[in-house]
Nanobody
Framework: QVHLVESGGGSVQAGGSLRLSCAASGRTINSYAMGWFREAPGREREFAATINWSGRSTYYADSVKGRFTISRDNGKNTVYLQMNSLTPEDTAVYYC?????????????????WGRGTQVTVSS
């Protein structure tokens, strides 16, 4: 069992930055692909970014490409999401997810473990 805890959310003005962290416990995640998803009010949870086990392969949703960067520190069992140039459209609860497979995927159902989320609010 993998337990994921997100942190780093908060309120920021448009154009600002936040760095989310996802700390894993229970098992090491160094063989897992990891992902970040987000859920805005009234909308379905959507894919934002994913990273493979080594960190050498990443993939982003078009809506965040060029502004968000996913990374991982397997020694710390932690995954990060650096978010720059934030807009009000980025306002959502951000969820970390772990997949017991080394390869990246954008498919929500392919992830096996989920955190409880952290709120990100961007004001104009």
């Amino acid at each position: 069992q993998v337990h994921l805890v997100e942190s780093g959310g908060g309120s920021v003005q448009a154009g600002g930055s936040l760095r989310l962290s996802c700390a894993a416990s229970g098992r090491t995640i160094n063989s897992y692909a990891m992902g970040w998803f987000r859920e805005a009010p009234g909308r379905e949870r959507e894919f934002a970014a994913t990273i493979n086990w080594s960190g050498r392969s990443t993939y982003y949703a078009d809506s965040v490409k060029g502004r968000f960067t996913i990374s991982r520190d397997n020694g710390k069992n932690t995954v990060y999401l650096q978010m720059n140039s934030l807009t009000p459209e980025d306002t959502a609860v951000y969820y970390c997810a772990a997949r017991m497979n080394a390869d990246v995927t954008t498919t929500r159902g392919a992830y096996d473990y989920w955190g409880r989320g952290t709120q990100v609010t961007v004001s104009s």
